[in-house]
């Protein structure tokens, strides 16, 4: 009886620090504001409208059971809706600050089927994690072609397919994007993109490439495509 009275009381006071925490980090804005709450319903300034994507994930794909992991998760959107769904999700970021945020959404919704893991996103984490049935590839993909190469950054997609055991969505920087630091990383797309995303998508390994539409950003005027990449 005791223990379970001292079981109470942690939980409690864990329960009131985590939401401390969410709070102090919404004062302090420690995080970066890539996207918004996902319980909230509704998109704060500066954050990027993840609702829409969302919707047309939803839309285009057949995913009601199985695993998710969102590589590069930011403040843990896409693993709490779909976890909310009662899907379990795994989210990974570098950002510290982004995990504990993600994290502290979770408890205070209570999100049972979510975890948040605190990891450099590279070869050897992708070599290492296990296959997925759907793998959350968003704007992350044009970092690791500015960081580890063009020809890492290939290996690491090819892997990733490699992992991927239904669906794979897909979003980056595009060598359109003339007012960010990396575009002329991206040289190598050529002036339509969107085609070369596809082409990419079908050559490493999937059956099945749709773009499910053009999203804004919170970094320019010029919208990014989304695909789902689909193994039959």
């Not at 975890?115 to 450099?120: G, L, S, V």
């Not at 968003?138 to 690491?156: C, G, L, P």
Request: hydrophobic letters at 40%; glycine letters at 4%; one cysteine or more.
């Amino acid at each position: 009886m005791f223990k379970k009275v001292l079981y109470k009381i942690v939980h409690i006071v864990y329960s009131a620090l985590s939401r401390l925490v969410l709070a102090i980090q919404n004062i302090l804005s420690v995080t970066h504001n890539y996207q918004p709450d996902p319980f909230s319903g509704i998109n704060k300034h500066g954050a990027r409208d993840s609702f829409d994507r969302y919707e047309a994930i939803l839309k285009n794909t057949d995913f009601h059971s199985g695993s998710l992991i969102d590589l590069g998760c930011n403040r843990g959107f896409f693993v709490l809706k779909y976890a909310s769904e009662d899907i379990f999700s795994v989210g990974v970021d570098h950002d510290w600050f982004e995990i504990l945020y993600a994290k502290g959404l979770a408890e205070n919704n209570n999100i049972n089927k979510s975890i948040f893991m605190n990891e450099e996103i590279n070869m050897n984490f992708i070599k290492n994690m296990p296959i997925f049935d759907m793998i959350i590839c968003t704007s992350i993909f044009h970092h690791w072609v500015r960081i580890y190469s063009k020809e890492t950054a290939f290996d690491m997609m090819r892997m990733i397919a490699l992992k991927t055991n239904k669906y794979l969505i897909f979003e980056t920087g595009q060598y359109d994007e003339i007012e960010t630091s990396w575009y002329q990383n991206l040289e190598f797309m050529g002036s339509d993109s969107k085609r070369w995303v596809e082409d990419f998508l079908l050559d490493i390994g999937f059956d099945k490439v749709k773009d499910v539409g053009v999203f804004e950003t919170n970094l320019s005027n010029v919208k990014r495509n989304m695909f789902i990449a689909t193994k039959e």
